[in-house]
């Protein structure tokens, strides 16, 4: 019985890979909880982004394409979402449907204007439209975006599904999902299902002949052209695809907390996706989620550290290595959790180029080989 | 660390059931039995959140909000000198912490954006489990996390927000603001702006775009056109544009005589000190010096900009140099701590703490809905401003607002404004329905 088991876990099938991955991502409130990250917000942000840094990697990592502007789709994402529930409803359904759509439309659009470079000129395209947006969200866009503030839910915001069935309530409304509340851990969960079926499909398509073909022009595109098959539907679909995920994404952000600012579109977003997904490892399934873990906690946890937490942390050494220590570690804590991340990202990109699955996978090999010798050495004895 | 512990674990299980039946945490109508979010219960402690700007533009004024904040509880916890505890009327504190309870905090950074600023704000209450939290420095900030206070039942003491939105059309039932307004400041400035530059001139307006920038621009706008002035020209900057020069050149040959920079922080001692490198303050247009007047000031920018302010007008809610016995007893306690005197940022944000920890020592107990009700139509004085009230209607404090300049020759690095007025509370009050906006419930 349990042989037979291993035996299915080796062969990952599809249904075995999803289901691990599903209890990983459901269990996150127990596991999460030593490490202090175990509340409703950040929890939200593991998966929501998990699901930004797996769409991102259905084009950088299977493509090799480096787009510098997905951001844009999540900010994107975030403004259809509570536009559907100012003017439609507060179910989260249509707003991430129409999120999703109006995402893959201007990924759509972007995409065929920046795919017909390749490389640097790619990234730069790309990171330009991106300004544009940007930019766009802060000027002539003021009515759409509302600006500096933030697009907001009013008290009298049309609703028209809601306000249709019946009268709007006191105060102001807030997202659910067919009675269920998007915030707090319910939220978490809503997001959790989300973002399993976004692995599922991207798995799908890792595993599928188009993936194949991804990587093929990863590989060589030149070689991909000369056989003959045009490789420029395959390129803007894997774009237009990841725009969606993230345009999904951002959709989410909007479901657990009902507000769309132009800054998640500044270039900064989409450097931290792009950071996401090379710590953990370009091109893998689980690597960019690794990433958006590392940097999702850094981010909330490191960044609250202040020196009165590192003096209770070293109080078990005398007054002066307490002293030494503290003024050692607290710059790179607090406001300075950029530096240890900045850190990291060296020392992973010198020695594991692969990012952490790459370390995975090496430590995996060593523990195969010497159990390879350890057999060999079993049977010499005998 | 063991009681942050218990309570995520209970927070657990009753997600646990969430999933299950209808959610009942963090949700309306969860206030079975007066329980309310982060409800101290037994405990010992409460927290309060400081969510200020600590990188950004604004980040100097968070600096000394910061500073404020760490000052009122100890003071809330009966260590140091006690400060305004000793001026302010009528008072409830002991001294003691807030009902016996002693006062701990927990910080976070807004870097002065909605979406970053709402993530603190929601791990301060989901994680830290504040009861209140405050801070402030940018409207836009201050209008974001309002609304979740509202959401989540925390009530929001805002710290430096001027934008009228913020107690106008974005009024939350759960945020009080005890700093003055944009409307306020056109309506002081008004009759010194007449007295000085007389009633016709050309006004061409540099404004940050956001929140506060457009109701600063729109309530000085209605002021100065009230006095027969006319308006050139009404220009959008972005916040934390650093550069702006591209905005300052065509102001030369608008044919404005006065130029209005609606901006705060780093911006405005960037876009004043440009103005000024340009020549604009030396020339002379239709017969008329060129002035500039920066509406909304505070002794934070005076120090960056340096010379450039001299005789420059505009308003603030609150100077160190105010002579009442809360403002002496006030500079005296943040002096001796830090050495320098406090900002009108520090004031007003170690003045929202008291007047919270008042309202629930009045209250006498923490539920939110009740300590709202203490401090809608509260009026207290003692705290630097005169007899001040905080407005049921709208959760806006009424007090008189100074306006100030800039120091020609300045006696102390700190020593840089004049005050030019005093304008009586009466002066600046208006109709709370002008704005619109509603408060929305006390219980959700």
């Given at each position: 019985?349990m042989?037979?088991?291993m035996?299915?876990?080796?062969?990952?099938s599809?249904?075995?890979?999803?289901?691990?991955?599903?209890?990983?991502?459901?269990t996150?409130p127990?596991?999460?909880?030593p490490?202090?990250a175990?509340?409703?917000?950040?929890?939200?942000?593991?998966v929501i982004?998990?699901i930004?840094a797996?769409?991102?990697?259905?084009?950088f990592?299977?493509t090799?394409?480096?787009?510098?502007?997905?951001?844009?789709?999540?900010?994107?994402?975030?403004y259809?979402?509570?536009?559907?529930?100012?003017?439609?409803?507060m179910n989260?359904?249509p707003?991430i449907?129409?999120?999703?759509?109006?995402s893959?439309?201007?990924?759509a659009?972007?995409?065929?204007?920046?795919?017909?470079?390749?490389?640097?000129?790619?990234?730069?395209?790309?990171l330009?439209?991106?300004?544009?947006?940007?930019?766009?969200?802060?000027?002539v866009?003021?009515?759409i975006?509302?600006g500096?503030t933030?697009l907001?839910?009013?008290?009298?915001?049309?609703?028209i599904i809601?306000n249709?069935?019946s009268?709007?309530l006191?105060?102001?409304?807030s997202t659910?999902?067919f009675?269920?509340?998007?915030?707090?851990?319910?939220g978490?969960?809503?997001?959790?299902?989300?973002?399993?079926?976004a692995?599922?499909i991207?798995?799908?398509i890792?595993?599928?002949?188009?993936?194949?073909?991804?990587?093929?022009?990863?590989?060589?595109?030149?070689?991909?052209?000369?056989t003959?098959?045009?490789?420029r539907p395959?390129l803007?679909?894997?774009?237009?695809?990841?725009?969606m995920?993230a345009g999904l994404?951002?959709?989410?952000?909007?479901v657990?907390?009902?507000?769309?600012g132009?800054e998640r579109?500044?270039?900064t977003a989409s450097?931290?996706?792009i950071l996401?997904?090379?710590?953990?490892?370009?091109?893998?399934?689980?690597?960019?989620?690794?990433?958006?873990?590392?940097?999702k906690?850094?981010?909330?946890i490191?960044?609250?550290?202040?020196?009165?937490v590192?003096?209770?942390?070293?109080?078990?050494l005398?007054?002066w290595g307490?002293?030494i220590m503290v003024s050692?570690?607290?710059?790179f804590?607090?406001?300075?959790?950029?530096?240890?991340?900045g850190?990291l990202f060296?020392?992973?990109?010198i020695?594991?180029?692969?990012?952490?699955m790459?370390?995975?996978?090496r430590i995996?090999?060593?523990?195969?080989?010497?159990?390879?010798?350890?057999n060999?050495?079993?049977?010499t004895?005998e | 660390?063991?009681?942050?512990?218990?309570?995520?674990?209970?927070?657990?299980t009753k997600?646990g059931?969430?999933?299950?039946?209808?959610p009942m945490?963090?949700t309306?109508?969860?206030?079975a039995?007066?329980?309310?979010a982060?409800?101290?219960?037994?405990?010992?402690?409460?927290?309060?959140?400081?969510?200020?700007?600590?990188?950004?533009?604004?980040?100097d004024?968070?600096?000394d909000?910061?500073?404020?904040?760490?000052l009122a509880?100890?003071?809330?916890?009966?260590e140091?000198?006690g400060g305004?505890?000793?001026?302010?009327?009528?008072?409830n504190?002991?001294?003691?912490?807030?009902?016996?309870?002693?006062?701990?905090?927990?910080?976070?950074?807004t870097?002065t954006?909605?979406?970053?600023?709402?993530?603190?704000?929601?791990?301060?209450i989901?994680?830290?489990?504040v009861?209140?939290?405050s801070?402030?420095?940018?409207?836009?900030?201050?209008?974001?996390?309002?609304?979740?206070?509202?959401e989540?039942?925390v009530?929001?003491?805002a710290?430096?927000?001027?934008?009228?939105?913020?107690?106008?059309?974005d009024?939350?039932?759960?945020?009080?603001?005890?700093f003055?307004?944009?409307?306020m400041s056109?309506?002081a400035?008004?009759?010194?702006?007449?007295?000085?530059m007389?009633?016709?001139?050309?006004?061409y307006?540099?404004?940050?775009?956001?929140?506060?920038?457009?109701?600063?621009?729109?309530?000085?706008q209605?002021t100065t056109?009230?006095?027969g002035?006319?308006?050139?020209?009404k220009?959008?900057?972005?916040?934390?544009?650093?550069?702006?020069?591209?905005?300052?050149?065509p102001?030369?040959?608008?044919?404005?005589?006065?130029?209005?920079?609606?901006?705060?922080?780093?911006?405005m001692?960037?876009?004043?000190?440009q103005?000024?490198?340009?020549?604009?303050?030396?020339?002379?247009v239709?017969?008329?010096?060129?002035e500039?007047?920066?509406?909304l000031?505070?002794?934070?920018?005076?120090q960056?900009?340096?010379?450039?302010l001299?005789g420059?007008?505009?308003?603030?809610?609150?100077?160190?140099?105010?002579q009442?016995?809360?403002?002496?007893a006030?500079?005296?306690s943040?002096?001796?701590?830090?050495?320098?005197p406090?900002?009108?940022?520090?004031?007003?944000?170690y003045?929202q703490?008291?007047?919270y920890?008042?309202?629930c020592?009045?209250?006498?107990t923490?539920?939110?809905?009740?300590v709202?009700?203490?401090?809608?139509?509260?009026?207290f004085?003692g705290?630097?401003?005169?007899a001040?009230?905080?407005?049921?209607?709208?959760?806006?404090?009424?007090?008189?607002?100074?306006?100030?300049?800039?120091?020609?020759?300045?006696?102390?690095?700190?020593?840089l404004?004049d005050?030019?007025?005093?304008?009586?509370?009466a002066?600046?009050?208006?109709?709370?329905?002008?704005f619109g906006?509603?408060?929305?419930?006390?219980?959700?």
């Amino acid at each position: 019985m349990m042989k037979q088991l291993m035996n299915l876990l080796k062969k990952q099938s599809d249904l075995t890979t999803i289901l691990m991955f599903a209890a990983g991502v459901l269990t996150m409130p127990i596991w999460l909880d030593p490490i202090g990250a175990n509340y409703p917000d950040l929890l939200q942000k593991f998966v929501i982004f998990g699901i930004f840094a797996v769409g991102y990697n259905i084009l950088f990592g299977l493509t090799g394409y480096l787009s510098f502007g997905h951001a844009v789709f999540l900010g994107v994402g975030s403004y259809a979402a509570v536009w559907s529930f100012k003017l439609l409803t507060m179910n989260v359904l249509p707003a991430i449907l129409f999120a999703t759509l109006i995402s893959g439309l201007i990924a759509a659009a972007i995409g065929f204007v920046s795919m017909r470079r390749s490389g640097i000129y790619f990234s730069i395209l790309t990171l330009a439209f991106a300004q544009m947006f940007y930019n766009l969200a802060y000027s002539v866009l003021i009515p759409i975006t509302n600006g500096e503030t933030g697009l907001q839910l009013r008290m009298h915001d049309p609703r028209i599904i809601d306000n249709y069935f019946s009268d709007p309530l006191p105060g102001l409304p807030s997202t659910d999902f067919f009675g269920m509340s998007m915030n707090g851990y319910s939220g978490f969960y809503f997001c959790a299902v989300v973002l399993i079926l976004a692995f599922y499909i991207a798995m799908k398509i890792f595993r599928s002949p188009f993936g194949m073909k991804l990587k093929a022009i990863k590989s060589n595109q030149h070689r991909m052209r000369y056989t003959g098959s045009d490789t420029r539907p395959y390129l803007i679909t894997a774009f237009i695809i990841s725009g969606m995920f993230a345009g999904l994404a951002g959709a989410l952000l909007a479901v657990t907390d009902p507000l769309a600012g132009a800054e998640r579109m500044q270039w900064t977003a989409s450097g931290e996706v792009i950071l996401m997904t090379i710590l953990g490892g370009v091109g893998t399934l689980y690597g960019p989620l690794l990433g958006v873990g590392i940097i999702k906690y850094l981010e909330n946890i490191f960044s609250t550290i202040n020196e009165s937490v590192l003096q209770q942390f070293f109080s078990f050494l005398p007054q002066w290595g307490e002293n030494i220590m503290v003024s050692v570690v607290s710059p790179f804590v607090g406001e300075g959790w950029h530096l240890t991340l900045g850190v990291l990202f060296m020392i992973i990109i010198i020695f594991l180029p692969g990012g952490l699955m790459e370390g995975f996978s090496r430590i995996q090999k060593r523990y195969r080989k010497a159990k390879i010798k350890d057999n060999q050495s079993d049977s010499t004895k005998e | 660390m063991s009681e942050k512990h218990e309570i995520t674990r209970r927070q657990f299980t009753k997600a646990g059931l969430a999933v299950a039946a209808m959610p009942m945490f963090y949700t309306k109508g969860a206030w079975a039995a007066k329980d309310f979010a982060n409800n101290p219960g037994n405990s010992s402690k409460i927290t309060l959140g400081f969510n200020v700007p600590q990188t950004g533009a604004y980040a100097d004024e968070g600096a000394d909000e910061l500073r404020a904040f760490k000052l009122a509880v100890k003071h809330l916890n009966g260590e140091g000198d006690g400060g305004l505890m000793n001026t302010m009327k009528p008072m409830n504190l002991k001294g003691n912490g807030v009902l016996g309870k002693k006062v701990t905090y927990v910080t976070g950074d807004t870097q002065t954006k909605s979406d970053a600023a709402r993530a603190s704000a929601k791990r301060m209450i989901e994680k830290d489990g504040v009861i209140m939290f405050s801070g402030g420095s940018s409207s836009g900030v201050a209008i974001a996390v309002q609304g979740l206070a509202q959401e989540l039942g925390v009530l929001f003491m805002a710290g430096l927000t001027h934008s009228n939105d913020t107690t106008g059309k974005d009024k939350r039932r759960y945020g009080f603001r005890h700093f003055f307004n944009a409307k306020m400041s056109g309506s002081a400035l008004g009759p010194v702006l007449k007295e000085e530059m007389g009633t016709n001139r050309k006004a061409y307006h540099l404004t940050a775009d956001y929140t506060w920038g457009w109701t600063q621009e729109q309530s000085i706008q209605e002021t100065t056109e009230g006095l027969g002035w006319s308006t050139t020209a009404k220009v959008r900057t972005p916040v934390g544009a650093g550069d702006f020069s591209q905005f300052i050149t065509p102001i030369l040959n608008s044919g404005a005589d006065t130029l209005i920079l609606n901006h705060y922080g780093k911006d405005m001692i960037n876009s004043l000190t440009q103005a000024v490198q340009f020549g604009l303050r030396d020339k002379q247009v239709n017969g008329k010096n060129f002035e500039i007047i920066v509406p909304l000031y505070s002794r934070l920018m005076a120090q960056g900009a340096g010379k450039n302010l001299e005789g420059i007008l505009g308003t603030a809610n609150w100077d160190w140099q105010l002579q009442d016995e809360g403002s002496k007893a006030f500079v005296k306690s943040f002096g001796t701590e830090y050495g320098f005197p406090p900002s009108m940022a520090a004031q007003t944000c170690y003045v929202q703490t008291l007047l919270y920890a008042n309202a629930c020592e009045n209250a006498g107990t923490f539920y939110p809905p009740e300590v709202i009700r203490e401090l809608e139509g509260f009026k207290f004085d003692g705290m630097g401003n005169g007899a001040t009230e905080y407005r049921a209607e709208d959760h806006q404090c009424f007090k008189d607002v100074l306006v100030v300049r800039g120091k020609s020759n300045p006696s102390s690095q700190y020593d840089l404004l004049d005050i030019v007025k005093e304008v009586p509370r009466a002066d600046v009050e208006y109709d709370a329905s002008i704005f619109g906006g509603e408060l929305g419930p006390y219980e959700v």
